[in-house]
């Protein structure tokens, strides 16, 4: 069975800082990896995801993340968060069948 | 592209009433489409796995008879919440598969969700 540890509950950043979110892994197979965003009131959107290849994947508004095969990890940075940046982070491994586990979600909040 | 909407956004319902919720891709097929339930300040959980034409694959612990799921075409799956309980308050959130991706493999985009409360 596969599972996600995001280890961050809760991050509070000011603007400009660097963000990086903690996300580790665990399954036996060939793994996919995705970060997903939540901005309040908002649905789910991707932001970056991980099939093969490069292991530093870029995605959307600046968002990078890279995956680390010995370390079962696949963390989320960005070298200066914005106040829009705002929102809650999910990281995500894609099993058989397409299916989608998450990991717990990490709150951040950038104070302007 | 790859826009995923649900109906109803929100839904009160009275306990034991059976409640609807749509989920449709709304440009692209989706032969898979997955059904969560998240909880407040929680993450998603899979309920169930829906694809077209055959019955649904549900998560272990979730009721195939309470939560019915149908997808009918390759654009719609519903999800019915058959005698509804106040414990059955949540937020229902859909997805479809979008086949198109890079590496063989599918991404899921996400519906806005659906809030539904038990009285």
């Known amino acids: 069975a596969q599972s996600v540890s995001q280890h961050n509950h809760h991050v509070i950043l000011s603007e400009a800082a660097s963000l990086e979110l903690g996300c580790n892994y665990s399954?036996?197979?060939?793994?996919?990896l995705f970060w997903y965003v939540q901005y309040p009131g908002q649905h789910l959107q991707l932001l970056l995801k991980?099939?093969?290849?490069?292991?530093l994947v870029k995605g959307i508004k600046g968002f990078e993340a890279e995956f680390i095969k010995s370390k079962f990890s696949f963390n989320l940075r960005k070298p200066s968060v914005q106040w829009s940046d705002t929102a809650e982070y999910f990281c995500a491994v894609g099993g058989a069948g397409n299916m989608l586990t998450f990991g717990g979600g990490t709150r951040l909040m950038v104070k302007p | 592209g790859a826009v995923v909407s649900q109906h109803p956004s929100r839904v009160i319902c009275k306990s034991g009433t059976s409640v609807k919720i749509e989920c449709r891709s709304l440009?692209?097929?989706?032969?898979?489409m997955f059904w969560y339930r998240q909880f407040p300040k929680q993450s998603l959980m899979l309920m169930a796995t829906s694809n077209e034409g055959s019955k649904a694959t549900y998560e272990q612990g979730v009721e195939k008879d309470k939560f019915l799921i149908n997808h009918a075409s390759l654009t719609l799956s519903t999800l019915t919440v058959t005698s509804a309980h106040p414990e059955d308050s949540s937020f229902y959130i859909c997805?479809?598969?979008?086949?198109?991706?890079?590496?063989?493999?599918?991404?899921?985009?996400f519906g806005p969700g659906t809030r539904l409360t038990v009285l």
């Open positions: 440009d692209f097929q989706a032969t898979t």
């Open positions: 997805s479809a598969n979008a086949p198109w991706t890079s590496g063989g493999t599918d991404t899921q985009y």
């Open positions: 991980y099939f093969s290849g490069d292991p």
């Open positions: 399954y036996g197979g060939t793994v996919n």
